[in-house]
Nanobody
Framework: QVQLVESGGGLVQAGGSLRLSCAAS????????MGWYRQAPGKQRELIAA???????RYADSMKGRFTISRDNAKNTVYLQMNSLKPEDTAVYYC???????????????WGQGTLVTVSS
């Protein structure tokens, strides 16, 4: 079974930092683009950042400066370093990836189960 598993969420005080991880597992030939999204209560899911297999990154304008996306291709893992967190960053954070499956070479878009980040004031 091919899946994304996130970790690293939790409760942090305003001004603090967290690092989220998301690992793709299963019969995967290659993971192409990977990204992080978040969804706050009562709001739509929004893109935070994305990174290509080659390491090129793009960020939502509102996320630039405090959030950094990176990846380890050998581990099929993407990270999100979050600094200077604010209460308004409270949300469920989701990992997203485009994977080419081993054997069939079928392309599949994957979503993680989500990890809750709560920033207290």
């Amino acid at each position: 079974q091919v899946q994304l598993v996130e970790s690293g969420g939790g409760l942090v005080q305003a001004g603090g930092s967290l690092r989220l991880s998301c690992a793709a597992s299963g019969s995967i030939f290659r993971v192409n683009d990977m990204g992080w999204y978040r969804q706050a209560p009562g709001k739509q899911r929004e893109l935070i950042a994305a990174i290509t297999f080659g390491g090129s990154t793009r960020y939502a304008d509102s996320m630039k400066g405090r959030f950094t996306i990176s990846r380890d291709n050998a581990k099929n893992t993407v990270y999100l370093q979050m600094n200077s967190l604010k209460p308004e960053d409270t949300a469920v954070y989701y990992c997203n990836a485009g994977a080419v499956l081993g054997g069939t070479f079928t392309y599949l878009e994957l979503w993680g189960q989500g990890t809750l980040v709560t920033v207290s004031s």
